[in-house]
């Protein structure tokens, strides 16, 4: 089982920061990619960020240039540094992992979400 746990969620104004932290840990053999999701009230859940374990980065169009999703191998944790945080940010960010496990059986597993507002 693995287990990956957000963090560092909060209330925060428009054109402050904020950094998110997700912790993967279990019965974890190699971690392939994790990747940062978010659901506002009433819409789907989006793709944020993603970064693969060799250190490729991906990101949605409407946070490029303001967020930036690093890694911390040893520690298997990744962080999404939020700068000029806008209203339209708000939302639960949800952390996705992509994990090789036992036998070479790779499963996605998620966080539970940490609450994101950006007041005006």
């Known amino acids: 089982q693995v287990q990956v746990v957000e963090s560092g969620g909060g209330l925060v104004q428009a054109g402050g920061s904020l950094r998110l932290s997700c912790a993967a840990s279990?019965?974890?053999?190699?971690?392939?990619?994790m990747t940062w999701y978010r659901q506002a009230p009433g819409k789907q859940r989006e793709l944020v960020a993603t970064?693969?374990?060799?250190?490729?980065?991906n990101y949605a169009d409407s946070v490029k240039g303001r967020f930036t999703i690093s890694r911390d191998n040893a520690k298997n944790t990744v962080y999404l540094q939020m700068n000029s945080l806008k209203p339209e940010d708000t939302a639960v960010y949800y952390c996705n992992g992509l994990f090789t496990q036992a036998m070479g059986v790779s499963r996605r597993y998620w966080g539970q979400g940490t609450q994101v507002t950006v007041s005006s």
């Open positions: 279990g019965k974890i053999f190699s971690i392939n990619e």
């Open positions: 970064i693969t374990w060799g250190g490729t980065t």
